[in-house]
């Protein structure tokens, strides 16, 4: 796959997870976007997909899940206080058992969703469910598994979970667009 290639994939498949987190009531139709959480994806990919990859095999709906879930972090720390946070090395995502226990770390420890809480169970209902069209729409594309156009397109999908996280926690932290015309105050 070149550069226009993966960039089509990608761009339809951030449209099938925006319309995924539209229909469960998680966004509105639009991606909400920082382009200081966008940089942070660049910073966590290398060892991102270093942990992840060990695990597509196994694990493939985790693998790509924890993505939305690092992306979850990184918005609720550019929301708590992004001049502390900005500099939080990947390593802080992991839980006690590394990579394998990211997402219990990350809802628990980071977002604070109490154990069993409500908050909880939706937040890991929802990334499941993103996981597994994630993994439809690839199965579904032209990309040949155990190939690097495999890779490429895994890194793509992971870096949409990434953004759909982000964007989901700015959503429930309140954040919204808002129409303004020009010269004028917001509608």
Same mark, same amino acid.
């Given at each position: 796959?070149?550069?226009?290639?993966?960039?089509?994939?990608?761009? *339809?498949? %951030?449209?099938?997870?925006?319309?995924? *987190?539209?229909?469960?009531?998680?966004?509105?139709?639009?991606?909400?976007?920082? %382009? #200081?959480? #966008?940089?942070?994806?660049? %910073?966590? /990919?290398?060892?991102?997909?270093? #942990? /992840?990859?060990?695990?597509?095999?196994?694990?493939? %709906?985790? *693998?790509?899940?924890? /993505? /939305?879930?690092a992306g979850m972090a990184v918005a609720h720390w550019w929301d708590q206080d992004w001049g502390k946070h900005h500099s939080e090395p990947f390593a802080t995502l992991l839980g006690p058992r590394g990579f394998d226990d990211m997402d219990d770390h990350i809802v628990w420890d980071l977002l604070a969703f109490a154990k069993g809480s409500t908050e909880e169970g939706v937040s890991k209902k929802i990334v499941e469910c993103l996981s597994a069209s994630t993994w439809t729409f690839i199965r579904h594309s032209?990309?040949?598994?155990?190939?690097?156009?495999?890779?490429? *397109?895994?890194?793509r999908a992971c870096r949409c979970m990434f953004r759909i996280g982000a964007s989901i926690e700015l959503k429930r932290l309140g954040y919204r667009y808002h129409a303004v015309p020009v010269g004028g105050r917001p509608s």
């Open positions: 796959m070149d550069v226009k290639e993966l960039d089509a994939f990608e761009a *339809a498949l %951030e449209q099938e997870l925006l319309k995924v *987190a539209t229909g469960l009531g998680k966004l509105s139709g639009t991606l909400l976007a920082s %382009e #200081d959480i #966008d940089v942070k994806w660049k %910073e966590y /990919a290398p060892e991102y997909l270093a #942990d /992840a990859v060990k695990n597509v095999n196994d694990y493939p %709906e985790f *693998a790509v899940g924890c /993505a /939305a879930f032209s990309v040949e598994s155990g190939t690097r156009d495999a890779l490429l *397109a895994f890194e």
